[in-house]
């Protein structure tokens, strides 16, 4: 499904990408974990086109996407601040994505399953983080795309919600979509991730299942075994 | 580009800034009539204020639309959307919104004295028209230094600099240099230095429509001596083109290697 080939990108001093090669093939989870400030969301906004990578390509579903824009019809993105125009209304912004996406959508039934109709005629601008992020996770899933990236889907969402998003990114999954997360929290990876690819100095360190990486390190639970090579690597 | 066009637009039509430019632009047509009562006169005194005015507005409304806009603007980034079309459609859509605000306030208080009848139509026409060309040159230019800033005081700094040194600094540096090389011809050398100030050229275009020699100045005598009135005002009118296509063009080659 991605294909990406000798990524590089630098921001002034900084090299986050220090060529990353990784390929992630069609259907199933894949958490992209890794500390702060590893390239994480790097990596993603390049796959979306919002960085521009210095060396390399992309390719999804073997073309290159790199400096197109057509290809972003066939991706569901959830960004990691859910920043929105404060003074649009909840149903004002659904309604504007969808026209410019002009893409069938089944909106009203995730504003239903988050419980978001109440605030609907409720300016952004005045939403609780946590419900800004239910809107941002309607958005995202609402258009049926064949490949979903979230970037740090969690943040600020209460249980019932979370349990909520864990099923429908399982739903997804069993329509045969390609998921790409990233998040820190290891027990939400551990529960949903099919493959890890762990990022670390900007380069792919590791890739392979939840399972792989316990073996390889000798642990028990996720959140060792990342632990684990984290201290070896700076140990 | 009309859907992004659109939203913006609707977007600042709704927010209080446009009422209050509007209003204002209004209460300015209704004093100046009032006090003047003659068509002319107010047309004059307008365009004083016009040439000062409208690019800073557009400078300052342009960099904090920008930066405002900015979470907005990386949603509509991850959208199947090009470039140039998101960031080309909000400049549109915010200059077009601030024309409308100039253009509707000083228009309904002179339509309503009857400015239709009256022999100042075109001229009253061409002010309005220069004070839109005005609006989207400098928030075009205020695009490109934003686009350039990511730190909104430096940003905001710069762009009120600019405006400060088009508006009033230039135009010091430009008498200074008169009379110090005033020895030598400088017909030409004034020329262009005022094809590189659009506040100039502006001005020197409505004063050509209207025809009042007196108050042209030196370097609109010389405009007026060395192209003549009609080709004059072609220049000056393509010059101010120019300053609209090239800050929008560099938004759009800017935009296109920028990282969000």
């Known amino acids: 499904m991605i294909q990406i080939q000798d990524l590089y990108k630098r921001f002034g001093k900084v090299q986050v990408l220090k060529g990353v090669n990784l390929d992630i093939g069609r259907g199933g989870i894949f958490a992209i974990l890794g500390p702060n400030g590893s390239g994480k969301t790097t990596l993603i906004k390049s796959i979306l086109g919002m960085v521009v990578a210095d060396k390399g390509d992309i390719k999804i579903a073997d073309k290159s996407v790199l400096r197109k824009f057509e290809y972003r019809k066939n991706i569901d993105y959830l960004p990691q601040i859910a920043n929105f125009p404060a003074n649009l209304t909840v149903s004002e912004l659904i309604g504007m994505i969808r026209n410019l996406r002009a893409k069938t959508s089944s909106h009203e039934q995730l504003i239903d399953l988050f419980d978001l109709t109440p605030f609907l005629n409720q300016k952004l601008g005045n939403l609780s983080g946590g419900t800004r992020q239910k809107v941002n996770l309607v958005l995202t899933f609402m258009f049926d795309s064949e490949l979903i990236i979230l970037d740090e889907p969690t943040t600020g969402l209460d249980p019932v919600s979370l349990i909520r998003l864990k099923q429908r990114i399982e739903e997804e999954k069993k329509k045969g979509k390609t998921i790409l997360i990233s998040s820190h929290i290891m027990s939400f990876v551990e529960e949903i991730a099919d493959e890890i690819v762990f990022l670390l100095d900007g380069k792919i360190h590791f890739k392979g299942t939840v399972s792989d990486l316990m073996k390889q390190t000798g642990q028990q639970n996720l959140e060792y075994a990342i632990a684990n090579i984290l201290t070896d690597n700076h140990a | ?260």
């Open chain 2, 1 to 260: 580009m009309l859907k992004i066009l659109k939203y913006s637009f609707f977007d600042l039509m709704r927010s209080r800034w446009s009422y209050i430019y509007f209003l204002f632009y209004l209460a300015l047509g209704f004093v100046l009539l009032f006090l003047n009562n003659d068509v002319s006169k107010a047309v004059i005194t307008l365009m004083n204020i016009i040439v000062v005015l409208t690019p800073l507005i557009g400078t300052v409304f342009g960099i904090m639309y920008y930066y405002n806009s900015r979470e907005f603007t990386e949603l509509l980034l991850a959208q199947p959307l090009k470039r140039s079309t998101i960031f080309l459609g909000q400049y549109t859509g915010l200059s077009l919104s601030l024309s409308l605000s100039l253009v509707l306030g000083l228009g309904i208080p002179f339509l309503m004295y009857g400015i239709l009848e009256s022999a100042a139509i075109w001229n009253f026409a061409s002010l309005l028209l220069t004070g839109a060309f005005l609006t989207f040159i400098f928030v075009a230019l205020a695009y490109n230094i934003a686009l350039s800033n990511e730190n909104k005081i430096k940003g905001f700094g710069y762009a009120v600099l600019l405006w400060l040194f088009l508006a009033v600094i230039y135009d010091g540096l430009f008498l200074i240099s008169l009379i110090v090389f005033e020895e030598y011809p400088l017909d030409k050398f004034s020329l262009a230095a005022t094809v590189f100030n659009p506040i100039d050229l502006s001005r020197i275009l409505i004063l050509l429509k209207l025809d009042i020699s007196a108050l042209l100045g030196y370097t609109g005598a010389s405009f007026k001596k060395f192209f003549g009135t009609g080709l004059g005002m072609f220049i000056s009118f393509s010059a101010l083109m120019l300053w609209v296509i090239l800050p929008a063009w560099r938004i759009v080659v800017k935009a296109r290697k920028k990282d969000f």
